[in-house]
């Protein structure tokens, strides 16, 4: 990547050009698709030419503030033996998070972990409109076109988005192999749970983060729609290798497969309110 500091009215006329990627992976089953949509918002650590490097370091992108390592590998795997659609974004979160409010400030961040993202300062609306225009909204219309699809074919899909983690935070150790977040609707969180803890597993409860506050994607697709619905975290030290993606990949569908029952017979157990 090289500097671009400049953001004038000539790069906020395209933002993401012919030599870009586009803004969303999606991918389909060949047959029929299987009941379940897999999702992953911070999968790419891609930088519209634009944009330059947003005047940081490259390796700064390769950092899980540039992305979930390894989260687009898995829901590939996933993806593949389930014969599920996915929907992964392209972009790093660096130049706009897929799962952040577009009111929230910190959906186009000043400063991630500590480090200050000078193209992401003083930013006019124009400049933030173009952002969430060019990768934000695509992401969430391609959930929403997918889960259309499965409402036009009378199903009830299920929705799962797949994160990493860092295994330290400020210092502090993070113990959990893996975290299932959830807020109100347990359907989908509490068999997961048991059955990762069942694999001998240290498992979060609503850990390293809590469904109720970083689930912007979840609470505009599957909340409002009923739909059953979970996010895995997974500690990213267990994804530095093929083998670890394959290992939670076959796990994480194995549990999904054998957990598949219909609609019906998923109650909506929840645990206070939201």
């Not at 469904?211 to 979970?230: C, F, K, M, Q, S």
Request: aromatic share 6%; with cysteine; charged share 20%.
């Amino acid at each position: 990547m090289t500097a671009n500091p400049s953001f004038g009215p000539a790069m906020e006329a395209v933002l993401i050009g012919p030599d870009d990627p586009p803004a969303v992976e999606t991918g389909e089953p060949d047959g029929v698709p299987r009941p379940f949509l897999l999702i992953a918002d911070h999968a790419g650590n891609r930088v519209p030419l634009a944009l330059g490097d947003l005047g940081l370091a490259e390796a700064e992108f390769s950092r899980h503030i540039g992305y979930d390592i390894g989260a687009a590998a898995v829901v590939r795997r996933m993806a593949l033996r389930l014969q599920a659609p996915r929907v992964l974004s392209a972009y790093s979160r660096l130049v706009v998070d897929c799962n952040r409010d577009p009111a929230d400030p910190t959906c186009i961040p000043a400063i991630s972990d500590g480090v200050p993202i000078p193209g992401n300062r003083h930013l006019s609306v124009r400049q933030r409109a173009l952002r969430l225009a060019a990768i934000h909204e695509p992401y969430h219309r391609a959930v929403a076109a997918r889960l259309g699809l499965f409402r036009e074919a009378g199903t009830v899909p299920w929705l799962l988005s797949v994160h990493s983690f860092t295994p330290s935070l400020g210092g502090v150790v993070r113990p959990w192999d893996a975290g299932v977040l959830w807020n109100r609707d347990l359907r989908l969180a509490a068999p997961l749970m048991a059955r990762l803890c069942a694999a001998g597993l240290t498992v979060g409860d609503n850990e390293p983060y809590s469904g109720r506050g970083v689930a912007y994607t979840i609470d505009r697709h599957a909340v409002p729609a009923g739909l059953p619905h979970g996010t895995v975290e997974i500690r990213q030290d267990h994804l530095e290798s093929k083998a670890g993606i394959d290992r939670w990949a076959d796990l994480l569908a194995g549990i999904l497969e054998d957990m598949h029952v219909d609609f019906s017979g998923l109650p909506n157990t929840c645990r206070g309110p939201g």
